[in-house]
């Protein structure tokens, strides 16, 4: 299994940045995946999750900022990230997750992850 994220970097807050992760080595399109996040000093945070039906979850916290998608084609998962706060800075990991225990952490492979900041 291998799971590579890019698309991150340093970014204005307001801005937007578009995360994409490689995956390889299992059955993707067959697959729940997440995204989640460790901001330093801090725990991993799930963000968003996606269904192998193309179901879409997120914390309270990216509503209305962050859209996760899937490209089976490509076996690759986006997630677009919109009005990026100060607060969002992290190391972004994607993973392979559960439709059972989806928004737990409960991740089956992860990342190596990609550094998002966002400051002025």
């Known amino acids: 299994v291998q799971l590579v994220e890019s698309g991150g970097g340093l970014v204005q807050p307001g801005g937007s940045l578009r995360l994409s992760c490689a995956a390889s080595?299992?059955?993707?399109?067959?697959?729940?995946m997440s995204w989640a996040r460790q901001a330093p000093g801090k725990g991993l945070e799930w963000v968003s999750g996606?269904?192998?039906?193309?179901?879409?979850y997120y914390t309270d916290s990216v509503k209305g900022r962050f859209t996760i998608s899937r490209d089976n084609a490509k076996n690759t998962v986006y997630l677009q990230m919109d009005s990026l706060k100060p607060e969002d800075t992290a190391v972004y990991h994607c993973a392979i997750d559960s439709e059972a225990t989806m928004g737990f952490v409960l991740f089956t492979s992860w990342g190596q992850g990609t550094q998002v900041t966002v400051s002025l």
């Open positions: 996606i269904y192998s039906d193309g179901r879409t």
């Open positions: 080595g299992f059955t993707f399109s067959s697959s729940a």
